[in-house]
């Protein structure tokens, strides 16, 4: 079983940046990959960014491929997601994912999520 806890949300105006956490806890997550998706009131979740645990691979969304960075710390079990140029359209509620990396990192089914974590970008 793994737990994961997201940290970093808050308020930012547009324009400015923010770092989330992802804190990973449980079992070896050698060959997991770790996820974030983001779900807006009213809208469906949708896919942000994803790494595998070695980091040797990644994936973006096309629209948050020049503004968000994903990356992992292994020492300290944790996946922060890097987020410039933030913009009114990106306030949701990010949660953190993990599942078996599989065969690649695109089929990764997520079992384990985490709460979330609100970001809320002003105008």
């Known amino acids: 079983q793994v737990q994961l806890v997201e940290s970093g949300g808050g308020l930012v105006q547009a324009g400015g940046s923010l770092r989330l956490s992802c804190a990973a806890s449980?079992?070896?997550?050698?060959?997991?990959?770790i996820g974030w998706f983001r779900q807006a009131p009213g809208a469906e979740r949708e896919f942000v960014a994803a790494?595998?645990?070695?980091?040797?691979?990644?994936s973006y969304a096309d629209s948050m491929m020049d503004r968000f960075t994903i990356s992992r710390d292994n020492a300290k079990n944790t996946v922060s997601l890097q987020m410039n140029s933030l913009k009114p359209e990106d306030t949701a509620v990010y949660y953190c994912?993990?599942?078996?990396?599989?065969?690649?990192?695109?089929?990764?089914?997520?079992?384990?999520w985490g709460q979330g974590t609100q970001v809320t970008v002003s105008s």
């Open positions: 449980g079992r070896t997550l050698s060959a997991y990959t």
């Open positions: 994912a993990a599942g078996p990396l599989g065969r690649g990192i695109l089929t990764t089914r997520y079992d384990y």
């Open positions: 790494i595998s645990w070695s980091g040797s691979s990644r």
